[in-house]
């Protein structure tokens, strides 16, 4: 490629660049930002919400196993002593 040719990319990149830069701070592009990072937040309070209801009840089943297990040691100890 000659050096006029590599000038010419240069510049239709530091125009489509300037352009890029003037479409990307318009203020449609910004209605879009703003409504999309609304959207990932909604989304990530749903996540969250359902990560505590899935720790809740792993707290849960936790509890009740130990509860299960206790029951059962006592039961067996109990079978021993008699």
Do not use: P, W
């Amino acid at each position: 490629m000659n050096r006029l040719g590599k000038v010419g990319l240069f510049l239709g990149g530091v125009l489509f660049g300037t352009a890029g830069v003037k479409i990307l701070s318009s203020k449609d592009a910004k209605k879009c930002y703003t409504h999309t990072t609304a959207a990932v937040l909604r989304a990530k309070e749903c996540v969250m919400d359902t990560a505590n209801k899935i720790q809740e009840n792993a707290d849960d089943v936790l509890a009740e196993a130990k509860q299960i297990n206790a029951e059962r040691a006592a039961k067996e100890n109990q079978e021993v002593t008699e």
